[in-house]
């Protein structure tokens, strides 16, 4: 499998926790959403269309919000096939009334840009960008604990899904430790 297309696998993951708003109540509510992703992140996906069709590989992900005022999220962690293991990060931050971000170092390298996106209730739908790539990235807050994403790029007029991830919630260590008096 090509590093490439390793390196696409887990920026696609990372843009899980990323995208943009509009007025102030868009702003808090975006806000909330990037707290509620927050955290530690780890979970099974599967290519499920194209060359690589059938491949699967984990994501354990760490998920920073901005910090203050700012609204968006940083995030951390390695993406592994089989025995191989890639780094992973993203970082998105709201310029204006939209967000701009990256995968690892964007489009103009070896990763994605982050183009457009909108937060509505428990799901984010990302644009993503890389020459003449373009897709979208759906993320689904199932619960506190799960969170589902499916990554579709354009053919033509349609938009075809590629990439399905399952993220599960790891537990703080803190709140798993035992109370002592």
Same mark, same amino acid.
């Given at each position: 499998?090509?590093?490439?297309?390793?390196?696409?696998?887990?920026?696609?993951?990372?843009?899980?926790?990323?995208?943009?708003?509009?007025?102030?109540?868009?702003?808090?509510?975006?806000?909330?959403?990037?707290?509620?992703?927050? #955290?530690?992140?780890?979970?099974?996906?599967? !290519? /499920?269309? @194209?060359?690589?069709? +059938?491949? $699967?590989?984990?994501?354990? *992900?760490?998920?920073?919000?901005?910090?203050?005022?700012?609204?968006?999220?940083?995030?951390?962690?390695?993406?592994?096939?089989?025995?191989?293991?890639?780094?992973?990060?993203?970082?998105?931050?709201?310029?204006?009334?939209?967000?701009?971000?990256?995968?690892?170092? #964007?489009?103009?390298?070896?990763?994605?840009? !982050? /183009?457009? @996106?909108?937060?509505? +209730?428990? $799901?984010?739908?990302?644009? *993503?960008?890389?020459?003449?790539?373009?897709?979208?990235?759906?993320?689904?807050?199932?619960?506190?604990?799960?969170?589902?994403?499916?990554?579709?790029?354009?053919?033509?007029?349609?938009?075809?899904?590629?990439?399905?991830?399952?993220?599960?919630?790891?537990?703080?260590?803190?709140?798993?430790?035992?109370?002592?008096?």
């Amino acid at each position: 499998m090509s590093s490439r297309l390793f390196k696409l696998i887990g920026g696609f993951a990372a843009l899980a926790m990323l995208a943009p708003v509009g007025p102030a109540d868009a702003a808090s509510r975006d806000r909330k959403f990037f707290e509620q992703v927050a #955290g530690v992140w780890t979970g099974p996906g599967e !290519i /499920v269309a @194209g060359k690589y069709k +059938g491949t $699967k590989f984990t994501c354990n *992900l760490t998920g920073q919000p901005a910090s203050g005022k700012a609204t968006g999220i940083k995030l951390d962690g390695t993406c592994r096939v089989g025995v191989f293991s890639q780094p992973m990060s993203a970082e998105i931050s709201q310029v204006g009334s939209s967000y701009e971000g990256q995968f690892l170092d #964007g489009a103009e390298g070896k990763g994605l840009d !982050i /183009v457009s @996106g909108q937060v509505s +209730g428990d $799901k984010v739908v990302v644009g *993503l960008n890389r020459a003449k790539l373009d897709g979208a990235m759906v993320a689904r807050i199932q619960d506190p604990t799960a969170m589902n994403i499916t990554i579709s790029v354009k053919v033509e007029d349609r938009m075809i899904p590629v990439i399905g991830l399952r993220l599960n919630r790891q537990a703080d260590a803190m709140a798993t430790g035992a109370i002592q008096n």
